[in-house]
């Protein structure tokens, strides 16, 4: 058996992490998003003379290339290494992913605070953003937040029938 017939198996097993098909989509539309306005940002932000512009920069364009690495590893297959690292990334839980990606995003906004560095970024921290929110989990629907309420409501009636019901 070749590597990708048994890989195939482990790609086939469900995801447990609770994000629909097109959420995934998303996330993934905006990690590229924001690959792209981080490598433009950050070329453009290490045009410069100061030091902390053009660290913020590099760091920019490192960005970048993870969040490439990690969302679409089909665009670095130049890389020997990109496949493994992507599998290792789709098996982050999302609020995992949402911290490294927000904390990736904000770290060159703290070395070097200009606009060049807000929007650059900006678009990498949503993706954390949307990440985070995909760890909280799906809404509930209204029949069974309408069943909670009359349970609850039926357990405070029976609470203060016995207290107020009861003989003194």
């Keep these: ?3 990708e017939e048994t890989a195939a198996p482990s790609k086939a ?3 447990d992490d609770g994000m629909t098909w097109w959420y995934r989509w998303l996330c993934k539309i905006a ?3 924001g690959g792209i306005s981080c490598a433009v940002s950050g070329v ?3 045009v410069t003379v100061n030091p902390l512009n053009i660290a913020a920069g590099v760091w920019m364009v490192l960005n970048a290339f993870v969040l490439f690495l990690c969302e679409v590893p089909f665009c670095c297959q130049f890389i020997e290494f990109a496949n493994a690292i992507a599998a290792r ?3 982050f839980k999302p609020w995992q992913k949402a911290l ?5 995003a904000l770290f060159p906004v703290f070395l070097s605070f200009s606009i060049t560095t807000l929007f650059g970024n900006a678009i990498a ?3 954390g953003v949307l990440y985070g929110l995909a760890s909280l989990g799906k809404k509930g629907d209204a029949v069974t937040y309408a069943r909670l309420q009359h349970q609850k409501q039926g357990d405070e009636e029976r609470t203060a029938g016995t207290v107020n ?3 003194e």
């Excluded at 490294?100 to 990736?104: D, E, I, S, T």
């Design 100 to 104: 490294f990606y927000c904390g990736m």
């Design 44 to 46: 453009w932000n290490c």
């Design 1 to 3: 058996m070749s590597s």
């Design 89 to 91: 990334a789709d098996k």
């Design 31 to 33: 990690g590229v998003l």
């Design 125 to 127: 921290f949503a993706t």
């Design 165 to 167: 019901g009861a003989p």
């Design 13 to 15: 097993a469900p995801d």
